[in-house]
């Protein structure tokens, strides 16, 4: 996918139905465009989705990159960002929902090979159910020559029965002392009773109380 030079764009994939599916997909960022992609993964049970994104990022160009996993069997996704000119900006922000026996991978590598630039990754999940699985893999790389970038990652999890497990490995390497700020956060827990608590003690069912913090 080649975007223009300062042009804006919106780009849909909705992947739906019961496949085997593998896809490489590359978008070219020309410089000071602005773009909106959006990659909704709400197969059937039985499908398996595999993808390699690549998105280069030019000169004062900005993308967000929008994921929601949602339904398949297995769902491998694997983002890999790179900059070919200075003030270059990407956001990976993803929201993904495992039920029994479903396994959701997500991996973004952001290869800062500009000088300020900007990244910032931000995935959230919730699972439930016997062997339902994910994994998430954050990878931001500070090359020598990007002085004076920013980047942050995270990643949030929500366990919300037994027999779940929710698999977080965030990871930054810096190779300049000279950046605006970079840092990585990761969380994996429970579901808050005292969230629980503070919703029905003000008349909320229980069933809805839940529904409620999931969605927050």
Do not use: C
């Not at 804006?8 to 000071?32: C, E, R, W």
């Not at 996993?69 to 495992?98: E, H, M």
């Amino acid at each position: 996918v080649k975007v223009a030079p300062f042009s804006k764009a919106t780009i849909l994939f909705d992947h739906v139905g019961s496949a085997t599916y593998a896809a490489n997909v590359t978008y070219l960022i020309g410089d000071g465009a602005s773009v909106d992609v959006v990659n909704l993964a709400d197969w059937d049970d039985n499908a398996v989705h595999s993808v390699q994104t690549g998105i280069s990022v030019g000169r004062d160009a900005t993308v967000r990159f929008f994921e929601f996993t949602l339904g398949g069997d297995l769902v491998r996704s694997s983002t890999n960002v790179d900059y070919r000119g200075t003030g270059g900006s990407a956001d990976l922000l993803g929201v993904y929902f495992a039920d029994a026996g479903q396994h959701f991978e997500h991996r973004q590598f952001v290869d800062h090979t500009a000088p300020k630039t900007r990244s910032n990754v931000e995935y959230k999940g919730a699972l439930q159910g016997q062997d339902a699985h994910t994994v998430w893999v954050g990878n931001v790389l500070i090359r020598k020559v990007a002085e004076g970038i920013d980047t942050f990652e995270q990643n949030d999890n929500l366990v919300l029965t037994d027999g779940a497990r929710a698999d977080s490995v965030p990871n930054l390497e810096i190779e300049t002392g000279e950046i605006a700020g970079a840092g990585h956060a990761s969380t994996t827990g429970r579901f808050d009773d005292m969230h629980l608590f503070y919703l029905q003690s003000r008349g909320i069912d229980p069933t809805e109380a839940r529904r409620l913090v999931v969605h927050g």
